[in-house]
C-alpha cells in the first residue's frame, strides 16, 4: 500500500504553520484547518490563493498568472462566457426538480444521447461523478445478480462510500474488500511482446474467475477509459475491444468511467470508449459535463435501467435541474462551435511532440503517454530508470515557481498528469515546454 | 412493503400515453420515457410542464400560475435575486475546487458553522444531501468500530448505494439489509401515555441491543429531525433528548439530517435539532442550503473528522467549490436579512391553525402536526379513521387543478406535505387554506 500512499501525499501541502508566522497566508491556513479540520487538503508546499479564471489561466490573489495545465472540470475553458451565460440566465428563470416537464432538461437529455451509438439511449442525470460510478454499480448489481467487480490498482472512480471501494487509490490502511479484485494497468511496456490488449484482458478474465470462485460472482469491470489515475494508458487505441469480450464472456458488465477522458479530452471524438471501438455497457460522466457546475450522468441501454428500477427506486434531486441542463448544453455547443475536439487532436500532438522531444532531452523523463489534450509523463531515476516520486514533486513544486500548473498520477506517483483546457493553443503549449525544459535543466 | 410502495406509486403519473393521442403533452411524455427510460418520474395524473419561477410561484408554459406549498428546495422564494445574483457573479469570476485557498468558499465556511453549537467546529462539503448522509455513515462507523445503524420505518435518507439501505421508503422489494433495524416513527398518538420520548428512546435501545448481539455493533441512529417521509413529527420539542441519551448509551453516533428540517424551516433557529435542545454528533445538510444549487454538507467534532481521515481519504471535486459557496453565503443573508425563521414561525403558525380548523370541519382530517413551514395533515377513512391513501392523492389532484401544490409522505402515503417557501405570508396561508376547504368539500 505505500505506493499508493505515496499518490495521496503527493503535491500536498504539508498542513504545519508556525505558530511565529504572522503572515497573511499563515492566518489563511490556520482558519481554513479550524473549518475544514483534517478533511483541508492544499496543493503545494506553499499553496496559492485563487481569485479570478480565464480561458486557460487562472489569476492568483497577488494578480499573478498561471497557465493551468491541470485542472480537468473548467475543461471549455475557466468561466467561460457562454456557460456563465447559460447558467444565470436560466438561474433566473427556473431551478426546479424532474418531476415537472422542463424543456431545457428533455433538449440536454436529447443533445447528449445523440453522441452516443444507439443501444445506448437511457439517461439517468446526478449531480457529481461520484454519484453516477455508485449508480452503475447498482445497474451491473442488478443486472448480473453478483456482486463482485474488478478494477485497475490504483484506479480513483470517486467518493461515496460504495466508490471509495472500488478506487484502491483512496484507500490507505487496507487492502481492497472481498468483492473487489485488483488488476495492472494496462502498461504497453509492462505486456509480454507489448500486447496490452491480450494481457489485460487475460487479467480480467482470471480476477473474474477469482470472484465467481469466491462465491461474489462477477458483476462487471470499471475502467476510466484512459486511466488517468492510474498513470495515463491510452495505446494503442483498440486495446480495449478484448477487455469487453472478456468481460462479456465472464457475464459481466463493462462500465466505461468517462468522467476524466469524456467531453473530447481524447482528441478522438466525444468518448473515450470510442476511441478504443468497443461498445459498453454503462457509461458515466461527471467533471467536465458542466465546465464546473455540479453535474454527472449514467447512460445506459433500457434493458439494464428497466433490471435496476424494477427493483429500486431511484430519485435525485438536483439531479437534471435545468440550470445543469443549460450549463450542459452550453457547454456541448461550446465544443462543436470551437471545435474543441479536433483542438484537442491537433493541439495535443503538437503537445505530445515537444514532450517527446524532452524525453530524448533528459534521462529524468521516461515514457511519455496519452491521447489529446491528456498526456502523463513518467519521471525515473536517471541511473537506474526507477520510478522517481521526489523528482515529480519537486517538477510540480518548481513549475508553480514559474506560474504553471500540473499534477501528479500513477501507481508510483511519479506520472506527470497534464490536461489542460481543450481551448489551448500552440502558443501555451510553448509556454509550458519551455517550462518544463527549464526545470528539468535545473535539477 | 405494501405500504412503502404504495408511498412511491403516491402521486405519480402512471406512464402510459396512448399511441393515438397526438397532443404537444403526449409527444413531450414519449420524447421524456425515450429518454429517461424507465428512470423516469412524474408527478400528477396529467403531469405539469414548467417554465419559470418566483417566490412562491411556479408558472407552467400557459402562463397558469401555481401556488408552490411542496418545493423544499427553492427555501427562501424560487429564483430569489440575490441568490442568483451571487450565482452570476461567481460563476464569472472563478469556478475551481477546495485544493487552492479561496475566499468564498472560507467565508462561507466559517459564516455556516458559526450557526452551531461549540463541539461541532468542522465542515466538509459535498454537492448532495446524499453524499452528506454518505460519509456520515462512514464517520459514524470509523468512530465507534460498528456497521449497524437505527432508522425509522419509512425513513429517506438519499440515494447512494450506502444511503439507500438507510431508507427503507426506497427498498420496493425487500426487507431491510442485515445492518439496518427499523423503528416506528415517533408519532406522539401511538405513544402509551402519549410520551413519545420514552417510546422513541426504547425503541432505539432496543434496537442497539439487537444489533450488538447480531455482531455488527451499533455505529449510530440517523433521523430526519422533522422525520419528514415518516409523516412529520414535531412535537414535543425536546422528545429527541432521551433519544440522544439512549443513542450515547448504547455507544452509537447520533446523526441529524437536516437536509429538509434544516435552514430555518421548522421556525425554532436554523437547525431541526435545536429546536430538541440537544445536541448531535454529526448533522448532515443538502437541498435547501444553496437554493437550489447543488450543494451538501456535513459538520462534526474534530474528534470525528480525525479519526475517518486517519483511515480514508475524502476529496469532493465540486463540493465547496466558490459558486456553491456563493450560493450558499446569499441564502444564509437572506435568511437573516429577511427575517425568515421568525416568519416561518409566525406564518407557520398561522397555517397550523387554520388547518386545525380545516380538522375539526372535516373527519377526513385526522392528526396535524409540524413546526414552522412543515407541516403534515393525515387524511383518513371518515368512518373508521383508517389512514386514506386514495384521499391524498384525490386532494393533492384536485388542488393541482385549483394551481396548489402539495404532495404527501408517511408510512402509508396519506399524510399531506405541506412545505411552502420561507417567504410565504398570510395571503398565501389564506389562498392554501381555501383551496384545500373547496376540495375537501367537494369530495
Redo the contacts between chains.
Sequence with gaps: MSDVRQI?SMNRFAGEVPDADASDLAD??R??R??????????YER???????QGAY?FDHGGRRYLDFY?N??SVG??H?K??EA??HQ?????????????PV?DY??RL?ATFPAPL????MT?????SN??A??IAESATGAKGFVVTRAAYHG????V?EISPS?????APAAHIRTISAPDVADAPDGDVAASFSRAITAAASELSEAGVGFAGLIVDTIFSSDGIHADPPGFLQAAAMAVKKAGGVFIADEVQPGFGRTGAGLWGFARHGMLPDIVTM??PMG?????GGVVTR?DL??TF??????????GG?P??AAAGLAVLKVIEEEGLVVNAATIGSILLEKLRELGKKYTRIGAVRGAGLFIGVDLVDPGSGAPSPGTASQVINSLKERSILVGAAGLHGNTLKIRPPLCVGEQEVALFAEGLNDVLQAI
Tied chains: 1, 2.
Excluded at 479550524?34 to 496543493?43: C, I, P, Q
Excluded at 428563470?93 to 422542463?102: A, D, E, F, G, S
Excluded at 483512496?170 to 487496507?174: C, D, K
Excluded at 465546465?291 to 453535474?295: E, L, R, S
Aim: proline fraction near 5%.
Design positions: 495521496l489563511r491556513l482558519r481554513r479550524a473549518t475544514f479540520g483534517s478533511s483541508s487538503v492544499l496543493f499553496p496559492i490563493e485563487m481569485i479570478r479564471g487562472l485542472n472540470v473548467p475557466h468561466c462566457p456557460v456563465v447558467i444565470s438561474a433566473a428563470q427556473l431551478n426546479i426538480h424532474t418531476r415537472y416537464l422542463v424543456r428533455e437529455a436529447e444521447l439511449t437511457n439517461l439517468v449531480c457529481t461523478g461520484s454519484e455508485d449508480l454499480l447498482r467518493n461515496t462510500a460504495a471509495t483512496l484507500l490507505r490502511m487496507r461527471g467533471k465546465n464546473g457546475f455540479p453535474m433500457p435501467l428497466d428500477c424494477d427493483s429500486t427506486g431511484y430519485f435525485n434531486t438536483f435541474n440550470v445543469a
